[in-house]
T-cell receptor
């Protein structure tokens, strides 16, 4: 089992460019999440998908969109990147989504110039 | 307004001694608490959790204590090992919710 995989590992964008971060899990989990980690801020929830076909906003959704493509895949899109979106992005999945353990991917380091 | 606070950005401990990492929360609706460990360039990994109906949970060298009246939890690592050097995140969630709130993390250094 690969667990949670994320692509790309690292990306440099110019302000205004768009990109999609990909995430996939092979644990048959119902719930998936996107977080960003910034120095001194911990992990902040951007969007989550409680189950296939549903998505909801988290703490910091502005500037992002998500797609739950199927049970395995959950993508995060930046339509017009801004320097404030420079961060490390983590995808996670969990079984029930109610306080259950979340399993994280290795992260995508994004730099917006 | 930070609902989960880890007030110590870093902690240094000698190998073999006890490491105590602290976490405070403000939302009384939280009823499930977790600790995650993170090494550089990797994603966080689950370490230990505790439900609000308990005040202690132990797993090997790791013990989490919960004081609901003080809205405080702590992670004890005994004995500490150099491989424990990592960033530790405290997290909290409420039953029925999907929004786990993370603290800012504490970087633990275990000196050999």
């Amino acid at each position: 089992n690969a667990g949670v995989t994320q692509t790309p590992k690292f990306q440099v964008l110019k302000t205004g460019q768009s990109m999609t971060l990909q995430c996939a899990q092979d644990m048959n989990h119902n719930s998936m999440y996107w977080y960003r980690q910034d120095p001194g801020m911990g992990l902040r929830l951007i969007y989550y998908s409680a189950s296939e076909g549903t998505t909801d906003k988290g703490e910091v959704p502005n500037g992002y969109n998500v797609s739950r493509l199927n049970k395995r895949e959950f993508s995060l899109r930046l339509e017009s990147a801004a320097p404030s979106q420079t961060s490390v992005y983590f995808c996670a999945s969990s079984d029930k989504g109610e306080g259950e353990t979340q399993y994280f991917g290795p992260g995508t380091r994004l730099l917006v110039l | 307004d930070q609902q989960v606070k880890q007030n110590s950005p870093s902690l240094s401990v000698q190998e073999g001694r006890i490491s105590i990492l602290n976490c405070d929360y403000t939302n009384s609706m939280f009823d499930y608490f977790l600790w995650y460990k993170k090494y550089p360039a990797e994603g966080p990994t689950f370490l230990i959790s505790i439900s609000s109906i308990k005040d202690k949970n132990e797993d090997g060298r790791f013990t989490v204590f919960l004081n609901k009246s003080a809205k405080h939890l702590s992670l004890h690592i005994v004995p500490s090992q150099p491989g424990d050097s990592a960033v530790y995140f405290c997290a909290a969630s409420d039953t029925g919710g999907f929004k786990t709130i993370f603290g800012a993390g504490t970087r633990l250094f275990v000196k050999a």
